[in-house]
């Protein structure tokens, strides 16, 4: 079970919860058992029920179809696994989720780690779990099942949204989570960067020019012409609206662009690195 906690602005999480806390609670009065009964036919723990009944922790997929077939619910628990499904991540990750569902094109800059939409499972637990302070582990495997849950858009040939990434050259040498987890992570930039929808370019250290020295971003261009930024400091996350903002980084993700290496020259490159890896 995950330790649920949506914040004091997660209102969609907090009303999906709600709804499932009552269900959970009538189905298991109207079958005749106590929350320790209950728990005891399904496999959990009085406590577990308990926090599930008071919104605490957010119920499994199991905990909900056992909790079904024991309390004789006909399917209406079970069928809650889809809305528990959609809050099971931290806000600020469905969030982004949705806006890059609804992208006709990303475009994304990093000179710290590997683009989250193209990180490894194994990458991304390196990542997360560097954290300082750390995260709990049950928050760590969260976080990492948000970001696997985003990489639909890259894992597919259909074609849209069209992804373009640069990644500093910093990013394929940096050790993160030891060698071979980092052989691997180069082997994915090599798999991805072979869709047609795709774009993988890589800016060199020898390069005297970088227009990205202020950090990570991405451009999220959506369906009805409008255009969404996204930037992460330490400690912020944030979206960006505001035109002159986002004009500031059109033009510098082009400038990027132009000083990286071209699409074919930066998976020669990342092969080149591999190989040294």
């Given at each position: 079970?995950?330790?649920?906690?949506?914040?004091?602005?997660?209102?969609?999480?907090?009303?999906?919860?709600?709804?499932?806390?009552?269900?959970?609670?009538?189905?298991?009065?109207?079958?005749?058992?106590?929350?320790?009964?209950?728990?005891?036919?399904?496999?959990?723990?009085?406590?577990?029920?308990?926090?599930?009944?008071?919104?605490?922790?957010?119920?499994?997929?199991?905990?909900?179809?056992?909790?079904?077939?024991?309390?004789?619910?006909?399917?209406?628990?079970?069928?809650?696994?889809?809305?528990?499904?959609?809050?099971?991540?931290?806000?600020?990750?469905?969030?982004?989720?949705?806006?890059?569902?609804e992208?006709?094109?990303?475009?994304?800059?990093?000179?710290?780690?590997?683009?989250?939409?193209?990180?490894?499972?194994e990458?991304?637990?390196?990542v997360?779990?560097?954290?300082?302070?750390?995260?709990?582990?049950?928050?760590v495997?969260?976080?990492?099942?948000?970001?696997?849950?985003?990489?639909?858009?890259?894992?597919?040939?259909t074609?849209?949204?069209?992804?373009?990434?640069?990644?500093?050259?910093?990013?394929?040498?940096?050790?993160?989570?030891?060698?071979?987890?980092?052989?691997?992570?180069?082997?994915?930039?090599?798999?991805?960067?072979?869709?047609?929808?795709?774009?993988?370019?890589?800016?060199?250290?020898?390069?005297?020019?970088?227009?990205?020295?202020?950090?990570?971003?991405?451009?999220?261009?959506?369906?009805?012409?409008?255009?969404?930024?996204?930037?992460?400091?330490?400690?912020?996350?944030?979206?960006?609206?505001?035109?002159?903002?986002?004009?500031?980084?059109?033009?510098?993700?082009?400038?990027?662009?132009?000083?990286?290496?071209?699409?074919?020259?930066?998976?020669?490159?990342?092969?080149?690195?591999?190989?040294?890896?």
């Open positions: 079970m995950d330790d649920w906690d949506t914040g004091t602005d997660d209102d969609e999480a907090g009303a999906v919860m709600k709804a499932v806390v009552r269900q959970v609670k009538l189905w298991r009065e109207a079958a005749g058992l106590t929350q320790a009964e209950l728990g005891a036919a399904i496999g959990y723990g009085e406590e577990t029920v308990s926090s599930v009944e008071r919104g605490r922790r957010i119920p499994r997929p199991e905990f909900l179809d056992r909790a079904d077939e024991v309390t004789g619910a006909g399917g209406k628990l079970a069928a809650l696994k889809t809305d528990v499904a959609g809050i099971r991540y931290p806000k600020k990750v469905r969030d982004l989720k949705k806006l890059e569902a992208s006709v094109e990303l475009c994304a800059y990093n000179n710290s780690v590997i683009h989250g939409l193209l990180q490894t499972d990458y991304a637990r390196a997360i779990g560097n954290r300082q302070p750390p995260f709990p582990e049950n928050e495997e969260r976080r990492v099942a948000g970001r696997m849950d985003r990489q639909g858009i890259v894992s597919t040939a074609g849209l949204p069209v992804v373009s990434f640069v990644q500093c050259e910093a990013t394929l040498r940096r050790c993160t989570g030891g060698t071979m987890v980092l052989r691997r992570q180069l082997e994915r930039l090599l798999e991805v960067g072979q869709l047609s929808n795709v774009s993988i370019q890589v800016l060199p250290l020898s390069r005297e020019e970088n227009a990205g020295l202020d950090g990570p971003f991405q451009l999220l261009r959506l369906e009805d012409g409008s255009t969404v930024g996204h930037s992460e400091s330490q400690l912020v996350s944030r979206m960006i609206f505001n035109p002159k903002e986002l004009q500031t980084l059109e033009v510098r993700y082009g400038m990027i662009r132009a000083q990286a290496l071209t699409p074919r020259e930066s998976l020669a490159f990342i092969e080149k690195v591999r190989g040294e890896t």
